[in-house]
């Protein structure tokens, strides 16, 4: 069984949580890092587009 929810929440809040602050903004397939987060979402957000990536950090993603 594969079920597919979407987390509506402010992209700020989120990266304030995990203690990231907006910087240069990259593309990322994979996030593997907080790093990576801050990044692509600097990224697409500059753009004014959406992007939807697979997150390996399961620390921090308990955390936020």
């Given at each position: 069984v594969n079920a597919c929810v979407d987390?509506?929440?402010s992209g700020v809040k989120l990266l304030?949580?995990?203690g990231q602050s907006p910087g240069n903004g990259k593309d990322?397939?994979?996030l593997h890092s907080r790093n990576d987060l801050?990044?692509?979402f600097v990224h697409f957000?500059?753009?004014g587009a959406?992007?939807?990536r697979f997150f390996?950090?399961?620390e921090a993603?308990?955390?936020a």
């Open positions: 987390v509506v929440l304030q949580a995990l990322h397939t994979i801050e990044e692509a957000m500059g753009k959406a992007a939807e390996t950090d399961k993603s308990r955390h």
